[in-house]
């Protein structure tokens, strides 16, 4: 298990569009993926899951992956976080 | 239901907000969303599981019909809340979730489903953040979706050319769907004048009151229901006197409605030869083939934030671009007014942050100008469309003089930034300020030393005059755009803009407002923004009016000193001058 902590950074935070990414990009990996936030955590690969995170620009996140490519895709979720879901 | 019953009952008014203009007289057909009523019974789960599978299946298909649809009448862009949809309807640990329940309790699958979805719905309800508060409703959309087809009820049986709609609240699916079906108008518990589905509803031409709060509960399926979109009013079971009035009202509107429209082509010139413009206040580009057709001079106000609520993010410049530039192309070889982001107070938050009062808060060109990034973008893309069609740029909630300075200065740096990528503009393009804020009234002369021309927003200026929060219930009856105050302060700026040379426009809701049309005449306004359907009333007024006449009354109006006098010399003018008119467009809150 593998984990770090992110922040939103684009304008409108992680609203439908960028929920819809994120999930397709989770899907990618073989890892158990989760989202947590304060305490309520969702299935990083559930795009119902991810949107009731309502994470604003500003909310920290903290990333959970297990499996056997948890590294990579750790590293591929945090990389997308940190360049605010390719939006302003 | 037994029909000599449905004749027995009582006439019965309930009053709403005019979402979209135009009677219609038809049977009620109620869309069930809300109310339905999930039993939570004992079920056996692999027949469940079969039954989610094919509601699931059918849901994926409806959605991906509307998606097309959407796509083809409305854009990619405003579209993509339905490819949302599609996404949730497949989300596949979702639906584990569910199916495990299922075996696990077995239950029917109608209690499970629903109690999954409620309770991501409600979860997302205690955001602090309107955005994502706004969500709830997809996900309840998708919860509705799959309940209907579990019950294999077909929706689009149900319509016959004679319905009116009816439903708790209407969702931009339900009024895409609906514009395929032959449907007369539509009627809600909830939504406003602004939301989406309104607005969608206007574009498509079809009549609808909306906010009824209750009329879910006095209606069953068939019965008659009268619905005037001009007034907010619908009548259940009217009786036979009732419907006879609304069936004349709906001809005269008819004929009235034809007869503008041919005459809407003719310029806004008085009797005694003074031209003034009509233009229209856009909110979508689907309204854009009216423009011609309701005879506008062009776009008084292009209203920017749709594209933020569109696209649920800040459009880049190239997406502002595009949209900008099918407007001014559109509107050739009239002008378009492009509105530079007007978000804040009621309109729309960017990210998290709550004020007290966000009317008197970070609004505007206030927050354009602390993110001058985005302003600069803006700038840019409305820039390059000038370089397509003649554009304007207006700068809403201005203070101060000093406001204007700086948001010149960051057009100069925008001009500079595309002459040095060599991209073409109109180097002439015109800066206006909206005048709506007491303190830019009052410096209105000095202000328009250093823009083209001013435009009067009305709703803002009364709200802001008369201390009163028009979103607020409770005193929603003090706002009053005919008070005294606001007329003397609307004649104040236009004649502070004449002085320095400017023209003066009004795009406010008065500036559309049949009522008013000859008192704003005689006052020297120059130029009208409304909304389209109101267009080619307002050019039959002012085509039958002397100007001499019109500033002669207008100085009357001057020295009343209560909104109510003003009010009733208007209604009187109008209802002796253009009766027609007074019968088919003016609002009953005026009418006492």
Redesign the interface.
């Known amino acids: 298990m593998v984990e770090q902590e992110v922040v939103v950074k ?4 992680l ?3 960028p929920a ?1 990414s994120l ?1 397709k990009l989770a899907a990618k990996f073989k890892s158990e993926i989760f989202l947590e936030r304060d305490g ?1 955590r969702v ?1 990083g ?5 991810v ?2 995170l ?1 994470a ?4 920290r996140i903290l990333l959970l992956c297990e499996g056997e490519d948890e590294k990579e895709a750790l590293a591929a979720l945090a990389d997308f976080f940190d360049r605010g879901f390719d ?2 | 239901m037994n029909p000599d019953k449905v004749q027995e009952r009582k006439e019965i008014v309930l009053r709403g907000i005019g979402a979209s203009p135009g009677i219609a007289i038809g049977t009620a057909v109620i869309l069930k969303k809300h109310g339905v009523v999930v039993e939570e019974k004992v079920a056996e789960p692999s027949q469940e599981m079969e039954r989610l599978q094919k509601s699931i299946d059918r849901s994926a298909y409806e959605l991906q019909k509307i998606y097309r649809t959407a796509v083809d009448k409305l854009g990619s862009e405003k579209a ?2 339905f ?2 949809q599609l ?2 309807i497949s ?4 639906f584990s979730g569910v199916k495990k329940r299922i075996d696990g309790e077995k239950k029917n699958v109608e209690f499970i489903v629903s109690d999954e979805f409620s309770k ?1 719905a409600d ?2 309800r ?2 602090d ?1 309107e ?2 508060r706004q ?1 709830a409703y ?2 309840e959309d998708v919860k509705n979706r799959i309940l209907r087809n579990l019950t294999e009820a077909k929706l689009k049986s149900k319509f016959d050319g004679k319905s009116i709609v009816v439903t708790s609240d209407l969702t931009p699916a339900d009024a895409v769907l609906l514009s395929r079906n032959e449907v007369l108008g539509y009627t809600s518990d909830f939504g406003g004048a602004r939301s989406h589905a309104s607005i969608l509803s206007r574009s498509l031409g079809i009549p609808a009151v909306v906010g009824l709060k209750e009329i879910t509960k006095h209606i069953e399926d068939g019965m008659k229901v009268v619905l005037d979109g001009y007034h907010g009013v619908v009548v259940i079971n009217p009786s036979e006197e009732t419907a006879r009035k609304y069936e004349e009202k709906k001809k005269w509107c008819d004929q009235l409605d034809s007869e503008l429209i041919t005459e809407a082509g003719q310029p806004a010139l008085t009797t005694d030869g003074r031209r003034v413009f009509v233009e229209a206040n856009l909110e979508l580009l689907e309204e854009l083939p009216l423009l011609k057709s309701h005879g506008a001079d062009g776009i008084g106000l292009f209203r920017t934030e749709p594209l933020i609520i569109d696209a ?3 459009p ?1 410049e190239e997406t502002q671009f595009q949209t900008f530039k099918k407007a001014v192309v559109e509107a050739a070889p009239d002008s378009v007014v492009f509105r530079t982001f007007d978000i804040g107070g009621d309109k729309l938050f ?3 942050h709550d004020e007290p009062n966000p009317f008197l808060g970070w609004r505007g060109i206030r927050m354009m100008l602390d993110r001058p990034d ?1 302003l600069k973008e803006q700038f840019r893309a409305i820039l390059r469309a000038s370089a397509f069609g003649k554009s304007k740029i207006m700068y809403p909630m201005v203070a101060s003089i000093e406001e204007v300075v700086k948001a010149n200065a960051i057009l100069e740096e925008s001009k500079a930034s595309l002459d040095s990528e060599g991209i073409a503009f109109d180097r002439d393009i015109e800066v206006g300020v909206m005048i709506e804020i007491p303190s830019a009234a009052l410096m209105s002369r000095e202000i328009a030393s250093h823009v083209k021309f001013l435009s009067i927003g009305t709703n803002d200026l009364t709200q802001y005059l008369l201390a009163v929060d028009r979103t607020n219930d409770l005193v929603a009856n003090v706002f009053d755009e005919f008070h005294p105050s606001v007329i003397r302060t609307v004649k104040h700026i236009i004649d502070s803009g004449h002085d320095a040379g400017v023209k003066v426009a009004m795009c406010g809701e008065m500036a559309g407002n049949p009522l008013a049309t000859v008192m704003l005449l005689g006052l020297g306004l120059d130029e009208f923004s409304g909304v389209v359907s109101t267009l080619p009333v307002l050019k039959k007024i002012i085509r039958a009016t002397n100007y001499k006449s019109a500033r002669k009354f207008a100085r009357q109006l001057l020295k009343l000193d209560s909104s109510d006098d003003v009010k009733k010399a208007l209604v009187e003018y109008l209802k002796t001058r253009f009766e027609r008119i007074y019968h088919t467009t003016i609002s009953e809150e005026y009418v006492e």
């Open positions: 684009n304008r409108l935070g609203h439908t569009r819809a999930v309520y299935n690969k559930s795009i119902i899951g949107m009731t309502a604003e620009e500003g909310a939006e302003p | 993509g809340i490819e949302a996404l949730m989300d596949p640990i979702f991501q979860q997302l205690k955001s953040n955005l994502f969500r997809e996900i649920d993010s800040i880049d960017i990210g998290d985005m």
